[in-house]
Antibody, heavy 119, light 110 residues
Framework: QVQLQESGPGLVKPSETLSLTCAVSGHSISSGYCWGWVRQPPGKGLEWIAS???????YYNPSLKSRVTISVDTSRNELSLKLTSVTAADTAVYYC????????????WGQGALVTVSS | QSALTQPPSASGSPGQSVTISCTGT?????????VSWYQQHPGKAPKLMIYEVTKRPSGVPDRFSASKSGNTASLTVSGLQAEDEADYYC??????????FGGGTKLTVL
C-alpha cells in the first residue's frame, strides 16, 4: 500500500522560502511513476504546483514556475518542494501525490500539511 | 491557463441523481480525454473517483458516472447517499505539461 506523508514548518514568514518534504512508503519513488504537489488555500479549490519523474523531467504550473523547485531524494524515498518569496496568498494545505504520468490523475495522496504565511 | 468552471453548489435528496458540470475550453477539456473527478470530504485528502473522462478506479461505486461533450465534462451521482455529501473537483490536462483543476462543487444531500 502506497503511503505519502508531508512534513515541514507550519509557519513561514513573508518573503521567506517554504520547504516541504514528502516521505513515500510502500513504493519506490524511482520506479517509473510521476510525483507531484497540489495545494489548497483554506476554503478554496485545488491548484497543481509541480510534478516530476525521478531522474527525468520536471513540470511546473506556469503561474508558479519562477518560484518553485521540485526535487527527489531517491536514497531517502522522499519528494521535496521549495517555494520562494512567499506571501499570505501561499497559505494553504500542501499535498504530495502520485500519478502515472503528467496526463494522468493523482491516485495516491498524502494527508496534507497546512502552511501558514504570516509574520 | 484558467481554472475549470464548476457550479459552487449542487444538491439532491437521498436516492435521487445529481449532475455536476465542469466547463473548460478547446485547449483543455475540449481536446484531451484526460478529465478526472475527485471527491473530498472535510479535512481529508481528495479521492480519485473518475479518470480519463469515464473510467472508475477499482472500489468506486458504479453510482458514479461521467461523460464529456465539447468543452464540458459532467459527473453524475445516482442513488444519492448521505456519504456522497462532499466537495467534488474536476481536473484536466491542459497541454504543455500543465494540469488544471475546477473551483469545486459542494454537493449537499438533503
Amino acid at each position: 500500500q502506497v503511503q505519502l506523508q508531508e512534513s515541514g514548518p507550519g509557519l513561514v514568514k513573508p518573503s521567506e522560502t517554504l520547504s516541504l518534504t514528502c516521505a513515500v512508503s510502500g513504493h519506490s519513488i524511482s520506479s517509473g511513476y510521476c510525483w507531484g504537489w497540489v495545494r489548497q488555500p483554506p476554503g478554496k479549490g485545488l491548484e497543481w504546483i509541480a510534478s516530476l519523474y525521478p531522474g527525468g523531467n520536471t513540470y511546473y504550473n506556469p503561474s508558479l514556475k519562477s518560484r518553485v523547485t521540485i526535487s527527489v531524494d531517491t536514497s531517502r524515498n522522499e519528494l521535496s518542494l521549495k517555494l520562494t518569496s512567499v506571501t499570505a496568498a501561499d497559505t494553504a494545505v500542501y499535498y504530495c501525490a502520485r500519478h502515472w504520468r503528467i496526463t494522468s490523475p493523482f491516485d495516491y495522496w498524502g494527508q496534507g500539511a497546512l502552511v501558514t504565511v504570516s509574520s | 491557463q484558467s481554472a475549470l468552471t464548476q457550479p459552487p453548489s449542487a444538491s439532491g435528496s437521498p436516492g435521487q441523481s445529481v449532475t455536476i458540470s465542469c466547463t473548460g475550453t478547446s485547449s483543455d477539456v475540449g481536446v484531451y480525454n484526460y478529465v478526472s473527478w475527485y471527491q473530498q470530504h472535510p479535512g481529508k485528502a481528495p479521492k480519485l473517483m473518475i479518470y480519463e473522462v469515464t473510467k472508475r478506479p477499482s472500489g468506486v461505486p458504479d453510482r458514479f458516472s461521467a461523460s464529456k461533450s465539447g468543452n464540458t465534462a459532467s459527473l453524475t451521482v445516482s442513488g444519492l447517499q448521505a456519504e456522497d455529501e462532499a466537495d467534488y473537483y474536476c481536473s484536466s490536462y491542459a497541454g504543455n505539461n500543465n494540469v488544471i483543476f475546477g473551483g469545486g462543487t459542494k454537493l449537499t444531500v438533503l
